[in-house]
């Protein structure tokens, strides 16, 4: 295993961080002061678009797809360190540089199942960043850490599908450029394989019976960058047949396709939080006092900060070494090296930012700081793209097989 990074890589971590010092960190406040004068809290500040127009003038845009038609074609192991440095402002450097979900994951589903007209349609206005895109699985009546549990419904009805269903927590669907869901419900509910029930469809947002019913906070955060999370209703949506991705019975399957890169792009951010969570830990603790000293000569706070750096390059030496086996055997060679990192890594960056919180007391927990919104972020991640019981228990299965 060799994770040494190669000319490109260093490259474009360069220009990488050059960018955030020079354009996204001190875009952070001046997107929120922006956001306040907005009429609609979804409207993207006029500083992220500047900052889209530079990041692609660099060449940092669409660095997360290997696919060389249509993205960067970095492999997952050149990826990594990118996506670490972007996960330092995670609210704003995904964006961007057009490398933030849910877009990231659709394009995708649409590279690897879309038709011609699919892609040429929806994937090439997502690629050059004049739209976005909303993945609707998740639904608030059913268990959906069990994919198989969902009820909407994608029924066939002449050259159009019909689809009948409520879907919450949808990323993105409250950004005005969202122009297009991807819908997963099933085609075929009575089928007798539970995984060939479900099939993936396109749904255009302004679609009659589409209805945004509301928007869901996170930890009372909107989380703006994203374009929100939203609450959907799907009442008899009509759209053609042509709209389906791939075939009947294959929603499942893309979705496992959908989020292998999706969860390993969330724990190599989680590592860029992490590393800011330490760096803020450290300003904080040589330029505060407290009984006398300064916080940098208190014990317990050596202990957090040495604790934590070692569990961050414990981590990225795990997220590198996934990375590594995602480009030389594939994802289903690395399924247990995916799953580890996506039960450790949120665990992990969760604790790191929480002791990051304790440092700074009451700016802490404040806006002051962007320690309240990374931790709310990375707490989410221990429930998405599967919770982390979900891996424990397919990854303590794979390992008790060996011994039955």
């Given at each position: ?72 074609g ?28 849910p877009?990231?994951?659709n ?18 206005p997502?690629?050059a ?25 994608i ?36 089928g007798s ?34 374009g929100?999370?939203a ?34 792009h ?10 800011r ?16 000293k300064a916080?940098?000569?208190q ?15 414990q ?40 002791r ?23 707490r ?19 390992e ?5």
């Amino acid at each position: 295993m060799d994770f040494a990074f190669d000319a490109r890589t260093e490259e474009l971590r360069g220009k990488l961080l050059a960018f955030m010092d020079e354009y996204v960190y001190p875009a952070e406040a001046v997107a929120e002061e922006q956001r306040a004068q907005l009429a609609s809290p979804w409207q993207t500040p006029a500083v992220v678009e500047e900052l889209k127009a530079e990041a692609r003038r660099q060449g940092l845009w669409n660095l997360f797809l290997p696919d060389s038609e249509y993205g960067a074609g970095l492999t997952n192991l050149q990826y990594a360190p990118l996506a670490e440095i972007m996960g330092r402002s995670p609210h704003i450097a995904p964006t961007v540089t057009n490398c933030a979900a849910p877009d990231t994951g659709n394009m995708e589903v649409l590279t690897q199942f879309g038709d011609e007209q699919q892609r040429k349609q929806w994937l090439e206005p997502l690629l050059a960043g004049e739209i976005r895109s909303a993945f609707a699985m998740t639904e608030p009546d059913v268990a959906s850490s069990d994919a198989t549990n969902i009820t909407t419904h994608i029924e066939r009805d002449g050259d159009e599908y019909v689809v009948t269903g409520r879907k919450w927590y949808i990323s993105g669907a409250l950004h005005p450029d969202c122009k297009i869901f991807i819908v997963m419900g099933k085609t075929a509910p009575e089928g007798s394989d539970i995984r060939r029930q479900q099939s993936m469809i396109l749904v255009p947002r302004d679609t009659p019976g589409v209805t945004i019913e509301r928007a869901m906070q996170v930890f009372g955060y909107e989380d703006h960058s994203h374009g929100g999370h939203a609450e959907v209703i799907f009442d008899h949506a009509r759209v053609p047949a042509s709209n389906l991705i791939g075939e009947e019975g294959g929603g499942f399957a893309i979705a496992q396709a959908r989020l292998g890169p999706g969860r390993i792009h969330h724990c190599m951010r989680l590592i860029g939080m992490a590393e800011r969570a330490i760096e803020l830990m450290c300003r904080r603790a040589v330029s505060r006092t407290a009984f006398g000293k300064a916080l940098a000569q208190q014990g317990v706070v050596h202990n957090w900060i040495a604790d934590a750096r070692v569990t961050v390059e414990q981590l990225r030496l795990l997220v590198l070494k996934t990375a590594w086996l995602m480009d030389t055997v594939g994802n289903r060679g690395a399924h247990t090296e995916i799953q580890s990192i996506k039960i450790a890594t949120p665990r992990a960056v969760v604790d790191i930012l929480d002791r990051a919180i304790q440092l700074h007391g009451a700016g802490g927990v404040s806006q002051d700081f962007p320690l309240a919104e990374l931790y709310a972020a990375a707490r989410t991640l221990m429930i998405a793209d599967g919770p982390d019981e979900v891996h424990q228990r397919s990854l303590a299965r794979r390992e008790l097989k060996r011994y039955v």
